[in-house]
């Protein structure tokens, strides 16, 4: 599995998202891709497709509106972990960040508490609604309960994006990776946001991801031995 491979995490999270599509996507790059995240009611079907590979699958809870209330995030949290899922996006709003300190801290307790009986919980934001201030002070609140993961935005434009990982990458600590979702991912994007700190990007394009993915082909001239 090359750089790029690694890099990348596909999003398959329309709800209209057939099981031909869901299955030939798998099965095309379930030995080239790390992961794929998909919608709750897919994770067993993609977990099956996926078997016999070391591709993970994740799925979004609360996606996208990030409203419901600590009890049904950590029913869904249980159920996809049930379902097999190997990793989580948990959606939250801006202002659980900004609650007074315990009531962060619990949030935090309570999903942690949750990975032990499945895989990893990675928060997620929605930094396109966010200003910068806000920005700031959830950056600043993942590192102080020393969060490891976050996915930033849904769908941004490149700038943007690149300006999120920034401030993430400076004010929420050396512990924190990030998970960014462009509007658009080529090569040049890839090379960008990976300099700029993100560890992961996010595409729902397929067609970008089979762009990056394809195996390129070189032609070696030749070379007269010297005499």
Do not use: C
């Not at 700038?159 to 658009?184: K, R």
């Amino acid at each position: 599995m090359n750089k790029n491979q690694e890099a990348i995490s596909v999003r398959l999270l329309t709800a209209d998202l057939t099981d031909w599509v869901l299955k030939d996507f798998i099965n095309q790059y379930k030995t080239t891709l790390k992961e794929v995240v998909v919608l709750p009611s897919a994770i067993r079907r993609a977990k099956i497709l996926a078997q016999g590979s070391s591709l993970q699958i994740g799925a979004v809870i609360d996606y996208p509106l990030a409203q419901g209330t600590l009890a049904k995030v950590a029913f869904e949290i249980g159920r996809a972990f049930m379902e097999g899922a190997d990793f989580l996006e948990v959606w939250l709003p801006a202002s659980s960040f900004m609650e007074n300190d315990r009531g962060f801290a619990e949030l935090t307790e309570t999903i942690r508490s949750l990975t032990l009986t499945g895989g990893e919980i990675r928060l997620a934001v929605q930094t396109e609604i966010m200003n910068e201030l806000t920005k700031i002070q959830v950056a600043q609140r993942l590192k102080e309960e020393a969060w490891p993961k976050i996915v930033l935005g849904q769908k941004q434009p490149l700038a943007e994006a690149l300006h999120d990982v920034s401030l993430f990458s400076l004010d929420g600590g050396s512990q924190l990776s990030i998970q960014i979702n462009p509007d658009t991912v080529d090569e040049q994007a890839l090379q960008s946001l990976q300099a700029a700190g993100a560890e992961k990007i996010i595409s729902g394009n397929i067609a970008s991801v089979e762009f990056i993915l394809r195996p390129r082909k070189f032609t070696l001239s030749k070379i007269s031995p010297s005499v």
